[in-house]
């Protein structure tokens, strides 16, 4: 007698796997589905029919994961955006030189948001933030004050250490500005004179962190 429940809950594990996977499988795509329709018509244009019918899946379906059009856009933003800020702030944590450091913020940044459609979210962000208070309030809650705290703890060791200047700690966005440069180039003006993110984030880092002469 008491085998039988065993049999029973085993079953039910083994259609729970297939089941999430399902679940998991219609998010993906209608998140990736978003993704699409945000970037092809903006936050206030897009519309949850056109999301559905791109992620093959009913309207109501969405509905089953998201409570509404922004927090659709919420889940995009933290979904693709929160593994690259958990590098950052480990990253931050890293007392290491700036000299080792900076070119890893350099191919972090190019890899992990540049090369991917992460750069896609941050440029909508970009466009409709002003627009739309609570899609900029999000963003900077969910990912640039984490990014900004991170990088205070790195520059100020760094400062410490003597390898920028004391006021770099106040202003970390300095650090920040060729990315987002880089991410309006490549949208406004990239088939006119295309620009080596790389070459330039380098040689942004190399002014900024190049050893400083004392008096």
């Given at each position: 007698?008491s085998?039988?429940?065993?049999?029973?809950?085993?079953?039910?594990?083994?259609?729970?796997?297939?089941?999430?996977?399902?679940?998991?499988d219609k998010?993906?795509?209608?998140?990736?589905?978003?993704?699409?329709?945000?970037s092809?018509?903006?936050?206030?244009?897009?519309?949850?029919d056109?999301?559905a019918k791109?992620?093959?899946?009913?309207?109501?379906?969405?509905?089953?994961?998201?409570?509404?059009k922004?927090?659709?856009?919420q889940?995009l933003?933290?979904?693709?955006?929160?593994?690259?800020?958990?590098?950052?702030?480990?990253?931050?944590?890293?007392?290491?030189?700036?000299?080792?450091?900076?070119p890893?913020?350099?191919?972090?940044?190019?890899?992990?948001?540049f090369?991917?459609?992460?750069?896609d979210?941050?440029?909508?962000i970009?466009?409709?933030?002003?627009?739309?208070?609570?899609?900029?309030?999000?963003y900077y809650?969910?990912v640039?004050?984490?990014?900004?705290v991170a990088?205070?703890?790195?520059?100020?060791?760094?400062?410490?250490?003597?390898?920028?200047p004391?006021a770099?700690?106040?202003?970390?966005?300095?650090?920040?500005a060729?990315?987002?440069?880089?991410?309006?180039?490549s949208?406004l003006?990239?088939?006119?004179?295309?620009?080596d993110?790389?070459?330039m984030?380098?040689a942004?880092v190399?002014?900024?962190?190049?050893?400083r002469r004392?008096?």
């Amino acid at each position: 007698m008491s085998a039988k429940p065993r049999r029973v809950v085993g079953a039910r594990k083994a259609k729970a796997g297939p089941a999430r996977k399902r679940n998991t499988d219609k998010r993906e795509a209608i998140l990736a589905a978003a993704l699409d329709e945000f970037s092809e018509r903006g936050f206030e244009a897009t519309r949850l029919d056109d999301v559905a019918k791109r992620a093959g899946v009913a309207k109501g379906t969405i509905y089953l994961y998201f409570r509404d059009k922004e927090s659709l856009f919420q889940e995009l933003v933290r979904s693709m955006l929160t593994p690259v800020i958990g590098n950052i702030e480990a990253l931050g944590e890293a007392d290491i030189p700036m000299s080792v450091l900076a070119p890893q913020l350099v191919e972090l940044f190019v890899r992990e948001i540049f090369e991917t459609r992460r750069k896609d979210v941050i440029r909508l962000i970009l466009a409709e933030g002003r627009r739309f208070p609570k899609i900029a309030e999000f963003y900077y809650r969910e990912v640039l004050a984490r990014i900004i705290v991170a990088m205070r703890k790195l520059l100020q060791r760094a400062a410490e250490r003597g390898e920028v200047p004391t006021a770099l700690v106040d202003f970390p966005q300095i650090i920040a500005a060729p990315g987002l440069v880089a991410i309006i180039w490549s949208g406004l003006f990239e088939r006119f004179e295309p620009l080596d993110v790389r070459a330039m984030m380098k040689a942004h880092v190399a002014m900024l962190f190049a050893p400083r002469r004392t008096a």
